[in-house]
Nanobody, 116 residues
């Protein structure tokens, strides 16, 4: 069982920056993928960015170079967000997925609000 705790959400004006953090405990050993997803009101949850335990990262098209995902420590993942837009307003969720069997664990989410 893996528990995920997110932090770093908050309110910011358009153009501002935030850094989200997620730490996994009760870890599942081995290769894995850590990712950030978001869900805006009335919309489906969508991938923002992910990074493998080999530190291969990928991003959603809407990121457009504004966000950076990193995992400098094992089972910890950050999302540095810059040039935030009002449409980035959402609850951001951290996900841990095992490489084998693709078992998923989710955090409870952290709210990001971007005002214009």
């Amino acid at each position: 069982q893996v528990q995920l705790v997110e932090s770093g959400g908050g309110s910011v004006q358009a153009g501002g920056s935030l850094r989200l953090a997620c730490a996994a405990s009760g870890r599942s050993a081995g290769r894995h993928i850590l990712g950030w997803f978001r869900q805006a009101p009335g919309k489906e949850r969508e991938l923002v960015a992910s990074i493998t335990s080999s530190r291969v990262a990928r991003y959603a098209d809407f990121v457009q170079g504004r966000f950076t995902i990193s995992s400098p420590y094992v089972y910890t993942v950050y999302l540095q967000m810059k040039s935030l837009k009002p449409e980035d307003t959402a609850v951001y969720y951290c996900k841990f997925q095992t490489w084998v069997r693709s078992v998923e664990y989710w955090g409870k989410g952290t709210l990001v609000t971007v005002s214009s």
